[in-house]
């Protein structure tokens, strides 16, 4: 078992398990499915509704278990155990955004009405 941050879109299956793939809006039936399955991480722990399908970096324990299917064939599911979101703490403000694109745009008609001046 090894501590890791993974990042990818979050899904939950009809069985209520959540599950971290890589490709952003999976059908329901490519949940866990045969072929997806081993790039896919079933999430122990509980999140919000409103982060289905969204973008996500979750930390936890990485462990991979083997089981036997009905038919007797061997397979391997990622796991991801005392799982927590991680936050991302570099969002900036939308009045800030706001206040660097005035003064970008007010410096550039600066500069450009400066150019003219001297083009005259």
Known sequence: MS????KGFLYQNAEGTWVLSPE???KSCCILSEVKRQSQVIIEADFPKEKINTLVQI???LESRSFHTHSGKSITVNYLT???LVENNTKI???SLGLLAFALGFSGIYIWKKISK???
């Open 118 to 120: 001297k083009k005259s």
């Open 93 to 95: 403000p939308v009045f």
């Open 3 to 6: 501590s890791k941050v993974l």
């Open 82 to 84: 005392n799982a927590k």
């Open 59 to 61: 930390s936890g324990d």
């Open 24 to 26: 952003p809006n999976l």
